[in-house]
């Protein structure tokens, strides 16, 4: 295998999950958010958009918003968000660890490709975050609740639109916890004629 340094970065990827209180600085959110812009968009719409909060009070509010929402769900075993409102009903639950920084994707609600134009800009993030020795999680909570009135209205701070929704989240700081190793591939996921 060839492993130059993106190779590295993508293999060395891991999901951080304790920050440190300090702040990213302007110049590594300008390299995340211009590496999320550089991400591939269906047709070249480059529809999808990128909203950060690093306001601490408007990220507890958000925190509270979301904990309670999800405290207020009822837990269906089998579905994605069940581990979520179980971590939810925990004491001093924070949905991003106290990550100084979120950075949310949003795109137009109705158009078939949202979703992905949205997850490539935020692997983006993530891979840079790698390279730029920052720490980040994607955080699936803020597109769980997209619909949710109070979840919309901190996002309609940031200029998020009646016609878009939360397509995915990714929490950066930099990391309070050494990684542990990636667990091993499954089999059988790739297959070659
Ligand atoms: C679509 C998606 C949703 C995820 N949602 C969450 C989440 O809400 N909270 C969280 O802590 N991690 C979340 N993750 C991170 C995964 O749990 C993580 O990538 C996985 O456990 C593998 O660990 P690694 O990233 O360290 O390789 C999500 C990842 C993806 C791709």
Redesign the pocket.
Known sequence: MIENQTVKDILS???I?AYEPKQITEEELETLLTCALYAPTGGNLQNSRFLVIQDPEVLEELNLVIRDELRSRPVVEGEMMAK?IRRAMTENYHFIFHAPTLISAVAPRKHSNSMANCAVGLENILIAAEALGLGA?????PHWLTEVPAVREIFGRLGLREDEDIF?SVSVGYAAVR?KK?AARKEGRTVRL
């Open positions: 990827r891991r999901s999950r979520g999680c994607w955080s699936n909570q995915g990684p990636a």
